[in-house]
């Protein structure tokens, strides 16, 4: 096993605290942030002059078609997968003659990928890549990655989206002013499933209770049904309606058993979901899952391997 070490100092007036990070050719990592640190990060990446960021913002030719492209970049990069098989890989077969210019964001988005994945960088740091494409072009990038690991190639994933984080890598990150702080997996996730799943904790009616948030100097009552999610924001719970957060005074575990009887359902170490606003259950090529919230942000949560049973036993699937 290979890898490739970021390591960057900073002085103390800079945004981004002192970075050491090992990237592994066994698997994908993730670093998740805000958009002013992960610009911060950035921009230290490129000051190092050895790394390229993939972010989809240049290198194609608009007044060229789909396959023009892709035949270009795979005689450039000197490319030894056949190119039908490269068209294939990223589901461009079908729009090789269509202009680029015509392409959808998705579309768009998947001949990046191709291009990325042709050129002969070492490691792959790609930012946002997942931001606003189709369920079909996001599981077309977890098989790249897939490739990509299978190739020993390191690649760093840099997002703005914990469920992003998540789902695209092996291993996450939290990039905040005192550093690096690992996202713990739980431990049954990452073992396969060799116990049967314990039966769905039934749903009951329960009665009038608001739960209390806080905002500023102020304390906000919640109606259980008003709630999309709750999730974990170091260490402590964050209960998101709408896409906006709101601070609670306790845990994840601490406030999970009091929702229970409300329909709510711990989904992942990170998350607990109000069931009754979960929209659609998304199964990834990389054998994770999500859940879209029905919100005006159509969110997407991440629910952990171990837990798609139990969703599944609320939800009388078969």
């Known amino acids: 096993m290979t890898s490739y070490k970021l390591n960057y100092e900073t ?25 002013d640190m992960q610009a911060e990060l950035i921009d230290k990446i490129l000051r190092n002059g050895d790394i390229t960021i993939f972010d989809r913002k240049d290198g194609l030719y608009e007044r060229l078609t789909v396959g023009d492209n892709v035949t270009f970049y795979h005689k450039w990069f000197g490319c030894t ?34 291009r990325y994945f042709m050129t002969n960088t070492y490691p792959k740091v790609f930012q946002e890549p997942i931001q606003g494409v189709d369920i079909k072009t996001i599981n077309i990038f ?12 390191p690649t760093l994933i840099l997002v703005s989206n914990m469920e992003h984080a998540l789902l695209l890598s092996d291993v996450a990150y939290r990039l905040q002013d005192k550093g690096l702080l690992k996202i713990e997996v739980d431990a049954e996730e990452k073992e396969e499933d060799t116990d049967e799943e314990e039966p769905a904790p039934a749903l009951s009616t329960a009665k009038l ?31 998101v309606v709408n896409h906006e957060s709101f601070s609670l005074d ?30 659609e259950i998304i199964t990834w090529s990389k054998n994770t899952y999500s859940l879209r919230i029905d919100n005006q942000e159509k969110s ?10 139990g969703i599944q036993d609320m939800f009388n699937l078969k």
């Open 11 to 35: 002085v103390k007036s800079e945004i981004l605290p002192p970075i050491s990070l090992h990237l592994h050719d066994s698997h994908t990592t993730a670093i998740y942030s805000d958009t």
């Open 209 to 239: 209770f608001k739960v209390p948030a806080k905002i500023e100097d102020k304390v906000i009552l919640f109606d259980p049904t008003e709630i999309d999610y709750i999730e974990s924001q170091d260490g402590k719970a964050m209960i």
């Open 81 to 114: 997968i056949p190119l039908p098989e490269i068209l294939v890989m990223f589901e461009l077969h079908t729009c090789t003659k269509k202009p680029l210019r015509k392409c959808t964001h998705s579309e768009l988005a998947r001949v990046y990928y191709a």
């Open 300 to 309: 997407t949560i991440p629910l952990a391997r171990t837990k798609i049973q």
């Open 142 to 153: 977890l098989n790249m990655l897939q490739k990509l690991t299978e190739n020993k190639t």
């Open 250 to 279: 306790s845990t994840l575990t601490e406030i999970e058993k009091t929702l229970e009887v409300y329909g709510f359902y711990r989904c992942h170490r990170s998350y607990i979901v109000n069931l009754q606003k979960v929209r």
